[in-house]
T-cell receptor
Framework: GNSVTQMEGPVTLSEEAFLTINCTYT??????LFWYVQYPGEGLQLLLK?????DKGSNKGFEATYRKETTSFHLEKGSVQVSDSAVYFC????????????FGKGTKLSVKP | NAGVTQTPKFQVLKTGQSMTLQCAQD?????MSWYRQDPGMGLRLIHY???????DQGEVPNGYNVSRSTTEDFPLRLLSAAPSQTSVYFC???????????FGSGTRLTVV
């Protein structure tokens, strides 16, 4: 079946450090891939997405590239800020009749000043 | 503001009680879903709807009912609350299921 695996947290970084959160997926065909962010006490917000192989999604300094050959969609940011502290979820959707989101378990990021 | 509105934000129930979690969206989205979020489990799909009058089960539907009488509203009913239903519940909607979903701010439910 379809599934998403992302790196276990928590991840603790100093401000201005480089961030990578790994995400791999299992799915037939060509799913759409997403990163969602959840700030403390809030709902999930769409951070970025990619809908086909080699697409790069980007937003707020975060980037992720859809790699079909490695079935991956790793999230990166060159210089994190304290305000980036949140839980990050990788997800996939196959669209159409299988269009519900399938989530990874989330990775908690803490950024220290 | 346009978006997904969930009520209540917090609720405490006794085992065996029933209640309805409300979800409304004003974006004319056809697709709506309910998820529960538990520590270490990510988000799991409870029920979803692809349009008014059409609902289907997700990964963890037992103990929950839904209906979709209008495009805007998608309430989630707990029939007889159990401690295992203690969780944070999120409603989400989208215009196109290959695109991104908009999430509500959640309902934190505790069953004692």
């Amino acid at each position: 079946g379809n599934s998403v695996t992302q790196m276990e947290g928590p991840v603790t970084l100093s401000e201005e450090a480089f961030l990578t959160i790994n995400c791999t997926y299992t799915a037939t065909g060509y799913p759409s891939l997403f990163w969602y962010v959840q700030y403390p006490g809030e709902g999930l917000q769409l951070l970025l997405k990619a809908t086909k192989a080699d697409d790069k999604g980007s937003n707020k300094g975060f980037e992720a590239t859809y790699r079909k050959e490695t079935t991956s969609f790793h999230l990166e940011k060159g210089s994190v800020q304290v305000s980036d502290s949140a839980v990050y979820f990788c997800a996939l959707s196959k669209g159409g009749s299988q269009g519900n989101l399938i989530f990874g378990k989330g990775t908690k990021l803490s950024v220290k000043p | 503001n346009a978006g997904v509105t969930q009520t209540p934000k917090f609720q405490v129930l006794k085992t065996g009680q029933s209640m309805t979690l409300q979800c409304a969206q004003d974006m004319n989205h056809e697709y709506m879903s309910w998820y529960r979020q538990d520590p270490g489990m990510g988000l799991r799909l409870i029920h979803y709807s692809v349009g008014a009058g059409i609902t289907d089960q997700g990964e963890v539907p037992n103990g929950y009912n839904v209906s979709r009488s209008t495009t805007e509203d998608f309430p989630l009913r707990l029939l007889s609350a159990a401690p295992s239903q203690t969780s944070v519940y999120f409603c989400a909607s989208t215009l196109s299921r290959g695109g991104g979903y908009t999430f509500g701010s959640g309902t934190r439910l505790t069953v004692v």
